[in-house]
């Protein structure tokens, strides 16, 4: 068993189809399929349940991806150890993020880590809190910047950034929009606009209204910060939302909550330990500019 075995191998397990995997790996979708046949014939188990639309990982298939996880991780450490001895820093650097992410400003951060470490190729996915914790969890991200998870997974560390409070969202006509605080009691016949289940805002939202005896509705579900601003300004909904959100637009009127709410905390997550890379970034977290 080869290390680019386990690399086809995991790209086919995470594309879940030949055709994006090969172009992923960038080589000819006959020797991507080649090789996962010759991994099977290795290991004498079926890796993949396939058809004409997508492929599936078998339990055989989804232990194993467990392991080629770990031992492509142990791998890439190995090479990063050693380029760190020489005083380089080499390899690639998987990052996940929230979509609308206050607490750092991405793009700067990115733009000088680049310009002090040339030679490591970054790769940037969004995505939900929940998604992007098991992916640093399994080895799929080297460093998430998200909401504090409920639960902390094992084998990552979670360091605080931020905390933002939480406010309400709602249109200017609302009679909410006219009052200086917000009581959560009074949203018990509110529809709301949220963000999908897994998601950090969404979550804590959920528990916060939950607390106060507030069974809410949540009859529009978007996956984009501007989306749910646009629905709440046109006033088919309200929302709970970080106080960072005021800044995306005047359109809507952000309240302050009465009471004592839990407040809206971002954190970035890293394997324990975490890579070269990770490390060399969240050195420079603290030093980018806020926005």
């Given at each position: 068993?080869?290390?680019?075995q386990?690399e086809?191998?995991?790209a ?7 055709t994006r995997a090969?172009?992923r790996?960038h080589?000819?979708?006959s ?11 290795e290991?004498g188990a079926?890796l993949f349940l396939?058809s004409?639309r997508?492929?599936?990982l078998?339990a055989?298939?989804q232990?194993?991806l ?5 031992a492509?991780?142990?791998s890439?450490a ?5 380029a760190?001895v020489?005083?380089?820093?080499r390899?690639?650097?998987?990052i996940g993020s929230?979509q609308?992410?206050h607490a750092?400003h991405?793009?700067?951060l990115?733009?000088?880590f ?11 996915r ?6 992007l914790v098991?992916?640093v969890?399994?080895g ?5 910047f998200?909401?504090?998870?409920t639960r902390?997974?094992e084998?990552v560390?979670?360091s605080?950034?931020d905390s933002?409070?939480?406010v ?5 006509e609302h009679?909410a929009?006219a009052?200086?605080r917000?009581k959560?009691?009074?949203?018990l016949?509110?529809q709301f606009?949220d ?5 950090g ?5 959920d528990r916060?209204l ?6 809410r509705r ?12 646009d629905?709440v ?10 106080s ?5 637009t ?13 407040a809206w ?8 330990p975490?890579s070269p ?10 030093v980018?500019?806020m926005r």
């Amino acid at each position: 068993m080869e290390l680019r075995q386990l690399e086809h191998f995991v790209a086919v397990a995470q594309e879940c189809h030949f055709t994006r995997a090969a172009q992923r790996l960038h080589i000819a979708q006959s020797g991507l399929s080649a090789s996962i046949r010759s991994l099977e014939k290795e290991l004498g188990a079926t890796l993949f349940l396939r058809s004409t639309r997508q492929v599936q990982l078998t339990a055989a298939g989804q232990a194993l991806l467990v392991e080629a996880l770990r031992a492509l991780s142990a791998s890439n450490a190995a090479k990063e150890a050693v380029a760190a001895v020489q005083g380089l820093l080499r390899g690639s650097l998987s990052i996940g993020s929230l979509q609308c992410l206050h607490a750092v400003h991405l793009p700067t951060l990115l733009a000088g880590f680049l310009s002090e470490h040339p030679a490591v190729e970054i790769r940037l996915r969004q995505g939900g809190s929940d998604e992007l914790v098991e992916f640093v969890r399994t080895g799929r991200l080297d460093i998430a910047f998200v909401s504090r998870p409920t639960r902390e997974p094992e084998n990552v560390v979670v360091s605080p950034l931020d905390s933002e409070n939480l406010v309400l969202a709602c249109a200017p006509e609302h009679p909410a929009a006219a009052k200086d605080r917000a009581k959560l009691a009074d949203l018990l016949d509110e529809q709301f606009v949220d963000f999908p289940l897994t998601w950090g805002s969404r979550d804590l939202a959920d528990r916060v209204l939950a607390a106060a005896g507030v069974e809410r509705r949540v009859a529009l579900e978007v996956t984009d910060v501007h989306s749910l601003l646009d629905l709440v300004a046109c006033g088919l909904g309200v929302a709970l939302v970080p106080s960072s959100f005021s800044v995306k637009t005047d359109q809507v009127r952000f309240i302050p909550l009465d009471g004592e709410v839990p407040a809206w905390e971002t954190v970035s997550v890293t394997a324990d330990p975490p890579s070269p890379a990770a490390a060399a970034l969240l050195g420079q977290v603290h030093v980018a500019p806020m926005r």
